[in-house]
């Protein structure tokens, strides 16, 4: 058994599962009677680092009953597995770079993609015992994750792309050989887009709020309150007013034709902004979301 994690070596591999399991696995392989007819109870009653007691009941209902019950000694022999070998000695065999388009991916973005790829890691470990991340390294542009298996390092793209959108690109760099073949090391560079879920931007002369980074559809008109297509193009040419996060409450005062009146968040001082089709007479005095952007104070959906 392994000392790091309690994985159980059987039959030539390394199996998840803790002991009483491993136990009551190896003492019923161990069994002569017919399996199939028999009732077999194993419970441990004394356990150290080297010997595992148990006491073992067997029920039998084929031909003549048999029924026994044997106190059994399990010798427990400890060693690293596959994996725990792998990670205390730092290997990989992908890396994944979580990068963002044109600028430095935020706290929080780095967090969640960190969260994604644990979460990848975990799902892909029911198929393949190699999935894990030895080490992540926090850098200035981003975050480096060192992947057990290239297999696992894709799991850990596809979930960040699916959930936080952007592209992805890769390299592969020969490390050696084994068993005849080359051995390849993967480096997957996934970069985040350049306006995350809530900028707020200046594309195709007009203001709008990202609000998705995988959809098609993934932007609003903040004059119509309409949904809009984005495409790369336009949103490489695009320019950064402002971020949902730095939206304040504020009060509509009145609406007026094609102004909007309603109280500045900070100074409490009567601004008129230009009214967004969404905003109707009837909202006065109602509370409403908005942002300061380098084109002035908008009104938010």
């Keep these: 058994m392994c000392p790091t994690c309690s994985a159980h070596f059987f039959k030539g ?3 998840d599962e803790d002991l009483n399991h491993a136990v009551d696995r190896e003492i019923q392989e161990a069994l002569t009677v017919d399996k199939a007819g028999a009732a077999v109870n194993v419970d441990l009653s004394d356990v150290t680092p080297t010997m595992v007691r148990a006491h073992v009941k067997i029920d039998s209902t ?5 029924r026994g019950s044997y106190d059994v000694n399990i010798r427990v022999n400890r060693a690293s597995c596959d994996r725990c070998s792998r990670i205390a000695g730092s290997y990989y065999e992908s890396k994944v770079q979580i990068r963002a388009e ?5 706290s929080a973005e780095l967090s969640r993609a960190l969260d994604i790829a644990s979460a990848a890691i975990h799902r892909a470990r029911k198929a393949d015992r190699l999935a894990f991340i030895a080490k992540n390294i926090q850098l200035r542009e981003g975050v480096d994750l060192y992947v057990g298996t290239i297999k696992a390092a894709k799991r850990i793209v596809s979930a960040v792309v ?16 084994r068993d005849g073949k080359d051995v390849y090391r993967v480096t997957f560079v996934v970069r ?6 809530g900028s707020i931007v200046w594309a195709k002369k007009r203001i709008y709020e990202i609000c998705s980074a995988t959809s098609t559809n993934n932007a609003v008109d903040l004059e119509t309150g309409r949904g809009a297509a984005l495409t790369t193009q336009d949103l490489r040419s695009a320019r950064l007013l402002g971020d949902r996060t730095g939206a304040k409450r504020s ?9 909007a009146n309603l109280l500045d968040p900070e100074t409490y001082v009567l601004l008129a902004v230009k009214r967004p089709l969404w905003v109707r007479a009837d909202d006065q005095g109602k509370e409403i979301q908005v942002v300061n952007t380098r084109e002035g104070v908008i009104i938010l959906p």
Excluded: C, N, Y
């Design 162 to 177: 699916q959930e936080m959108g952007g592209t992805v690109s890769d390299s592969a760099k020969l490390i050696g050989r």
């Design 102 to 106: 044109r600028r430095t991916p935020s």
């Design 251 to 259: 009060v509509l005062v009145s609406v007026d034709g094609d102004e």
């Design 13 to 15: 591999h390394w199996l």
């Design 192 to 197: 985040l887009p350049e306006f995350p879920v």
């Design 62 to 66: 084929l031909g003549d009953r048999l």
